[in-house]
């Protein structure tokens, strides 16, 4: 246990649950353009560049802050780790949602809206753990059921790429339909990447 | 403000300008590829490869340098982030130089060349601010016009993959392309890191 | 040289050990899934992913003693970039493994035994240089070596590349290809990693 010489700087905490909330905002958006037709996907997809915004701000005042503060409430380091992976949630989502717009895919194949499930369940996950970090409890069972979380959205994620190589003759629709689904994983791995630096932050504490 | 207690090392400074200068002969020599034949290509691209040894030796001089020496003119990490996205932004250019090469790629859409373009004056721009690092003076502007000059690009890149999407038929041509096309736009992004860094370096000694 | 005030804790080193000998194992399981039967390569894919898992728990217990530990070998930071990029290898060689067995692809071209034999070279040198940690002695041959092959495997590479969009008119066996072909490369890169790290260390300490 490392000695505090001040009083903890709450902001931080504040900043990251709100960042977390971005989160849900956008893998909800994400779950409402599945079933979308293309005019209310764009519409949807404006809303998603709107929570990434907002995102980028809290990121920014985070980082601003850790520039420009001495004593901060957990290592440096760390602070700057949770919010450039809270950060990458947010931008794969968004470059997920980019590419449906952009590339005038109708239809999905129907697992992928297993991997947005997950999204949404890791979002709401982390907001949940975000105002834990102030008190440290109860931290475990998050990260724990994001990397369970993550192990079956990676099996899941698998299955699909080999059934899309096995079901879409179209090499173009293919490369589209890949492009998207993959962003979507990589915003699971960022979710799992979040996890990792709050484990690590209360495992050092601890 | 942080306590200095010895005089800054100023060879950092010139080394990240020499970095610089690099850059700019990579882009330069990116924009005269565009409208050369296969055999100046060619060419072209052995000299873009010197240029990249050229930046590369100028990285690992610095980063020599700070495994060796105590006492930095700003923060170890920032020197060596600054370090590493500026040699990215060559990378990256190399490789699309490469791509290029490599992939006989004999005509480019027209809108790669605003892709260069704009690698072109955020080349110059950093070059010019690189020798601005030492008395921390008028870098903002640097910093605001190469995230606009980012976000134009990134628009621009995403209106050039819709096009080639709906225009190319040939799917492996779309490979070639869209691969080269995303190594410009890595460029594009390599060059707003240095700028983020350059920022939080400013923002640190404010 | 750096003052020492209690005596290294030896453990890292053994662990680093470790985790190098599943990478000599992880590339070995390779070079024999390339001329193996579909129903062999499954097997061998199975026993890559238990090396995987191998590897993952040598690394979490590095990062766990990280986090936990007060006093470190060397750099707290380099001995985090070291673990992490041991890990890049093996999930590059993970993945790779993964690809052959999802896209049933069933031959590679020749020159893809020539990157899985720079791996188990680089996998070698690897596991000979993590024991010499302890001592610092006579480690610079292998980084020299390690950087030698990987120039020798990106020129390979290179022409890999260009033989396959040369030769491959099937655009969806293509980019199956490609996309093996790439984690190989991948993992050349992350051995290059461990190696520019350990070089790194090496230069702090002398």
Redesign the interface.
Known sequence: MRLRLTPRDTSYFDLFAASAVHLVTGANLLAEMLGADRATRKELNKRMAEAEHAADDATHTI??RL??TFVTPFDRDDIYDLASSLDDCMDHMDEAS?LMV??KVDELPARVSDQVQVLQRAAELTAEAMPKLRSMESLQEYWVEINRLENQADKSH?KL??QM?DEI?D??H???L?EIVEKLEDAADAFEKVANTVE?IA??ES
């Open positions: 980082m601003r520039n420009q980019d952009l590339y698998r790429i080999a190589f003759a090499p173009i293919l490369m589209k890949k690590t495992l050092k």
